[in-house]
Every structure is written in C-alpha cells, then in structure tokens.
C-alpha cells in the first residue's frame, strides 16, 4: 500500500501578538498534517515540510500555523484579508484604551455589581461598565463573571481582593453584539 499523495501549498500563520499574518515559506514545500491546539486551545494546523523531497521521511520538519492554501493566488488574498482585519481590529482597540480610576462593589437590584468608572484615552471621556458578580439570575451571573474575568486578565491580575487594585490599570473593550463587554489588554505603543 502507498500513503496518499499529500497536497502541497502554502501556510499562513496569523501572530495577534504583533497583528500580523506571515507565510510560513514563500514556496509550495507544506503539506498539512495535522491539527493541534496551542496555550489558548486556538486550533492550529501543524504542516510538514521538506523542500524538494518526499514529506514521509524523518528529516521533514514540522511547523505550525493557522492557514493552508494549495495555490499561491488564493494564499495571497487570504493574507491580505487578514491584515486588513488585523489592522481594523488594532485601530479599534486603540480607540477604546481606557485607564480605570474608580471601582466600587454594590448591591443593586438584588445583585452584587462591580461598578468601573474609567477614562477613555483617546479623548477623555468617562466610560462606566457594570459587571453583575452575583444574581439571582444564571445568565446575567454567567455574562458578569466572563467579563470580570477578561477584564482581570486584560489589566494582569489573577485575583481582586480589593476592587482599588484596579485604579490606575488600563485595558480596552469591546462591545459585543449579545450586549456583553470583552475587555483585553490594550496594544503596546
């Protein structure tokens, strides 16, 4: 029996770190091999490349990298594309930096709220979000507590015991089309 013959093409990888989309190698030397997950369980591809030789024997290497595109036209465009939400992405998050000074833990309405009182970078306004810690309901608990949680791991902190640890953190946010915030750390300047 011979192993299938392994369409070879191009790799993108996408870096959210510097917001930038990259080919693995300008040539068509890659073969998908399979799928892995990285720290963040994003799915990634893992290709297999040996440039100018067959990619079933031990001296391939293996790269990882998050879009395979078996011609060079489509490679192309797809990294543009990319960049181009990349690109959209950093401007918006750059809008809307904002440094917290004042968070206060209230009872409203029956729920436990952490109330943030923040300036918006850009252009100084003040900003408040409203994080539901506890309720009565499920879904607005479940909602409250996501946030809370990208918001301690957009300004670094692992735990709050004290809401004044996050006067003077600054962060970014989103607003999303459920209703929710998702906070992130904001881009190095």
């Known amino acids: 029996m ?7 093409g191009y790799a993108l990888a996408i870096d959210h770190h510097r917001d930038s989309a990259y080919f693995l190698d300008g040539s068509p030397v890659l073969a998908p091999e399979t ?5 963040n369980l994003s799915r990634r591809l893992q290709f ?38 990349l690109a959209r992405e950093t401007e918006e998050a750059a809008a809307n930096t904002f440094r917290i000074f004042g968070a206060d833990i209230c009872e ?3 729920e436990t709220v952490l109330k943030l009182a923040a300036t918006r970078a850009r252009d100084s306004q003040t900003l408040t979000f409203d994080l539901v810690l506890q309720s009565g309901n ?21 735990e709050v015991n004290d809401c004044e640890l996050l006067h003077g ?11 929710s ?8 300047a």
């Open 2 to 8: 011979t192993p299938a013959k392994r369409i070879r």
């Open 35 to 39: 799928v892995v997950a990285n720290d």
């Open 48 to 85: 297999i490349e040996n440039p100018g030789a067959r990619l079933d024997t031990s001296r391939c290497r293996r790269v990882i990298g998050d879009v395979f595109c078996a011609d060079h036209h489509t490679a192309a465009f797809v990294r543009e594309a990319v960049a181009e939400k």
């Open 108 to 110: 409203v309405g029956g």
């Open 138 to 158: 499920p879904t607005r608990e479940r909602q409250g507590q996501w946030e809370f949680t990208r918001l301690c791991k957009a300004v670094g902190l692992t």
């Open 169 to 179: 953190l600054r962060a970014t946010f989103k607003e999303l089309p459920d209703g």
């Open 181 to 188: 915030v998702d906070f992130r750390a904001p881009k190095a």
